[in-house]
Structures are given as C-alpha cells and as structure tokens.
C-alpha cells in the first residue's frame, strides 16, 4: 500500500551542527506535508508544512525541502541543540476536504550531543 | 486560548473493562480526528467527526471502537472490552474548518492507554 516513511531511524548530531532528517513517500496525489516533532510523553508538535506547489520553505532555524521528482521530503534543521531532542515525524494529506487526515511516517529519533 | 485538551492523561484498564477517552478541541474548533500510536510507530489515523457527525471513520476497528463528538461537550473515543492489543497513546487534533487556506492541524497531549 501507498506509505509515508523515513530513511534513517535514528540521528545522533553534535550540539551546533546541522541535522538533516529524510522522507520517501510513494503517493504523488498528496499535495500537503507536515513535519511533527514529538518529545516523550507529548503529543506531536507542528513544526513546518509545505504544500506540493513549493520546494523549499524555511521557518525560524528549520527548513522544508520538497522533491515531487523522487518523492522525497526532508527537514533541515540549523545549529541543532539539545532541545530538538525527540522524535521528528513526517506526514502527508491526500485529501484537502479532510486537511486532518495525515498519514505519518515511522519517524527518526534525533539525539543531540552537548 | 486553551490547546486541544484530552483526559485522562493515563488510563489503566483489565481485560474486558470499558475505555473512555476525551477530547476537548481548540476554542472554536469544530472538526476532531483521533489517531492511534503504538509504541516505536507513527500516528496512524482512526475517525474524523464533525459535531454531530462521524465523517470518516475508514481507520477505526471494526468492532468495540465507537466514537462520538456531540453537539455539547467533548468528543469521546470509546473502546469496549478492552484487550492488551488496544495499549498505545490515543492523540486528538482539531480543525477550524476542512484544512484549507493554511489551516495547522495541532494534537492534544494525548491519552495513554494501558490494559493489564
């Protein structure tokens, strides 16, 4: 079936270098996609989207990436810190007429070093 | 302006018990989404409701998952005869209206669910 996953489950970065986490998603009808953030215990925090229009859109420290081409996705983000610590989550919407309904990747849990 | 609100936050069941999950959705808000999380997974979609409607409810079980969002109150998901498979965090989100016109969609705390 039609899935949203990622390339690397685990990411481990120096406090101060810039992390750069990957997506594949294999449903080129979605036209919406949303990065979470997940830290323990909470539920996903919105980070940044980007809709299939864009390639590229940057919010503050953190930028969105997207390749309709090959049907990848990524978040950057700049001078990484211990608290991006968590799990990132990317999502896909197929159906704008249900904007809630996401499919979401397995995630990629980023460890930052001090 | 308070977020999406979901009570309990920790709920412990047996075998066989009844679950009731709530769900409180932004000041405003009139669309609710449930999702499920396993432990190690993403969140994987359930039920969407408008007030008084169930919308999409493709990603619910078929059997002893129900869900309802009243016209007052909160959205409640409900688990009946709960088994050791149905553990995981339950997570609501909601809408103002469908999702367009850069419409973010933001998650309760969510509900974890424990059943011995």
């Known amino acids: 079936g039609e899935s949203v996953g990622l390339h690397l489950p685990t990411l481990s970065v120096q406090e101060g270098d810039n992390s750069i986490i990957n997506c594949a998603y294999s449903?080129?009808?979605?036209?919406?996609f949303i990065w979470y953030k997940q830290e323990s215990g909470k539920g996903p925090q919105f980070i940044i989207d980007i809709r299939s229009n864009m390639d590229k859109r940057q919010g503050q420290r953190v930028t969105v990436l997207l390749n309709k081409t090959v049907k990848h996705l990524s978040l950057q983000i700049a001078a990484t810190q211990p608290g991006d610590s968590a799990v990132y989550f990317c999502a896909e919407n197929m159906d704008p007429n249900q904007g809630g309904k996401l499919i979401f990747g397995q995630g990629t849990e980023l460890s930052v070093k001090p | 302006n308070a977020g999406v609100m979901q009570n309990p936050r920790h709920l412990v069941r047996r075998r066989g018990q009844e679950a009731r999950l709530r769900c409180s959705p932004m000041?405003?808000?009139?669309?609710v989404y449930w999702y499920r999380q396993l432990p190690e997974e993403g969140l994987k979609f359930m039920v969407y409701l408008q007030k008084e409607n169930i919308i999409d409810e493709s990603g619910m079980p078929k059997e002893r998952f129900s869900a309802e969002f009243p016209k007052e109150g909160p959205s409640i998901l409900r688990i009946q005869q709960v088994v050791r498979g149905d553990s995981a965090a339950y997570f609501c989100a909601s809408l103002q209206g469908t999702g367009g016109n850069e419409e973010k969609l933001f998650f309760g705390s969510g509900t974890q669910l424990s059943v011995l």
């Open positions: 000041k405003g808000h009139s669309h």
């Open positions: 449903n080129s009808a979605s036209d919406y």
